[in-house]
């Protein structure tokens, strides 16, 4: 059976600022914690290494969608180049790791407007995620407006943050903080695959094939300007972050810009401002990832990979709305029962396993539809499976256990279908 095609609406620089959005929201307010926290004063190499993955993983992506322009990315360059298995575990891989992407950044809005507040963070979360699913279900132009907003108000706040520090004297609580354990190139790597977790967001772009006109130019120069504007502005903040708070301040603290407005001698509504932008940018984020999760699901939902009844496409507003309607179903339970911690390096495991598929589909491609030499895609590949093995235990177990979960979804749906 066939379902209805999305609409094309969108241009290049409604690409470009939906990949920003993704990338600056998702972890320049939340990633800094966990990265520090293993890699102490390396942790700029070990965002180095993040950035020449993310490089690598990138051109792949934007090579594959100038040649399969519409909506599922990697899930769809899997099947077309490597057959249905390494489709299907990239497509999952992305929406399980996307979810769980999904779901820190929603705990992150709750921990910047009402730190030290537990419950009323999860209480947050859960009203940010039903309020951006309610954004989506009215299409996908009304995303794009929003998201452009949203960018400019946290670049705006970023480069605040950013003037403020550096202008500060030395803080005080520059060596306070928890000691950070033994650092060696385990732990740098490690740091590297949370770090990761900030730059995926180019997948978003990739999986708007459908939705962007020309997509065969438009998404792989959208794909490649926005990581480079991501690239800048994370190293910018980081340097900051590290040289004014110190490593073991920034591991111990999930709100680090606000913390560094308010050492830097700022009281009043200040670092409320700071926070507040904070939230907005994380929104920001989770309202375009929601929105990607939905577009592959619909792919795979076509392809009978997941449940039919998501293939469904609004005649009105041309929007997987049941499959964004499930997804804002799954995020609540998520936020009201995990931590910020754990779900990034989940989200780390399934987005690592997406790329390298797209990294090896990339390098199955020939002739006319080649913009990058093959090096690249195999170092991209190598990269991401190293990456994989160095992150938390409790992340790759997760990981492979709904990877489990998925491959016997599809062995079980595979046989009543040939039964």
């Known amino acids: 059976m066939t379902t209805p095609s999305l609409s094309r609406r969108l241009g290049l620089g409604d690409a470009i600022f939906i990949g920003l959005g993704s990338m600056i929201g998702a972890g320049v307010f939340a990633v800094w914690s966990p990265a520090a926290g293993v890699a102490g004063a390396w942790l700029l190499l070990g965002l180095a290494l993040a950035l020449v993955v993310a490089f690598a993983n990138a051109t792949s992506s934007a090579q594959l969608a100038a040649q399969f322009p519409?909506?599922?990315?990697?899930?769809?360059?899997?099947?077309?180049?490597?057959?249905?298995?390494?489709?299907?575990?990239?497509?999952?891989?992305?929406?399980?790791?996307?979810?769980?992407?999904?779901?820190?950044?929603?705990?992150?809005?709750?921990?910047?407007?009402?730190?030290?507040?537990?419950?009323?963070?999860?209480?947050i979360a859960i009203?940010?995620?039903?309020?951006?699913?309610?954004?989506?279900?009215?299409?996908?132009?009304?995303?794009?407006?929003l998201t452009r907003i949203i960018v400019v108000i946290v670049l705006a706040v970023l480069a605040y943050v950013v003037v403020v520090t550096l202008l500060a004297p030395q803080l005080p609580t520059a060596?306070?903080?928890a000691p950070i354990g033994p650092v060696g190139p385990y732990q740098v790597l490690q740091s590297a695959g949370l770090l990761f977790f900030a730059f995926a967001g180019y997948a978003r772009i990739a999986t708007m094939g459908e939705e962007v006109i020309e997509p065969r130019r438009t998404i792989p120069r959208a794909i490649v300007i926005a990581l480079l504007g991501a690239a800048v502005v994370y190293a910018v903040v980081a340097v900051v972050l590290l040289t004014q708070l110190g490593p073991q301040l920034l591991a111990s603290t999930t709100a680090p810009l606000e913390l560094a407005v308010r050492l830097a001698g700022l009281s009043g509504g200040w670092p409320v401002l700071v926070a507040i932008g904070a939230a907005i940018a994380a929104a920001g984020a989770l309202l375009n990832l929601m929105t990607g999760i939905g577009r592959t699901s619909l792919a795979m939902a076509r392809n009978g990979d997941l449940p039919q009844v998501l293939a469904h496409v609004d005649p009105k507003y041309q929007v997987p709305r049941r499959a964004e309607l499930l997804l804002a179903v799954v995020l609540c339970v998520l936020v009201a029962f995990t931590d910020l911690r754990s779900v990034i390096g989940f989200s780390s495991f399934g987005v690592l396993l997406y790329?390298?598929?797209?990294?090896?589909?990339?390098?199955?491609?020939?002739?006319?539809?080649?913009?990058?030499?093959?090096?690249?895609?195999?170092?991209?590949?190598?990269?991401?499976?190293?990456?994989?093995?160095?992150?938390?235990?409790q992340?790759?177990?997760?990981?492979?256990?709904m990877y489990a979960v998925g491959v016997g979804y599809r062995l079980v749906r595979r046989r009543g279908t040939a039964s």
């Not at 009203?127 to 407006?145: D, P």
């Not at 006319?368 to 992150?391: F, I, K, M």
């Not at 992340?395 to 256990?401: F, K, M």
């Open 70 to 123: 519409t909506s599922g990315g990697t899930y769809v360059y899997g099947r077309e180049m490597l057959g249905e298995w390494p489709g299907f575990l990239a497509g999952w891989g992305f929406v399980i790791g996307k979810t769980a992407s999904c779901a820190a950044i929603a705990l992150t809005v709750g921990a910047y407007l009402a730190p030290e507040q537990p419950l009323l963070q999860r209480i």
């Open 127 to 145: 009203a940010t995620v039903l309020i951006l699913a309610t954004v989506n279900a009215f299409g996908v132009t009304r995303t794009a407006r």
């Open 175 to 177: 060596d306070a903080g």
């Open 355 to 393: 790329y390298t598929v797209a990294n090896l589909a990339a390098y199955r491609q020939s002739g006319e539809h080649r913009r990058y030499p093959r090096w690249v895609q195999v170092g991209g590949a190598a990269l991401c499976g190293l990456l994989v093995v160095t992150l938390p235990w």
């Open 395 to 401: 992340s790759v177990l997760a990981g492979i256990v």
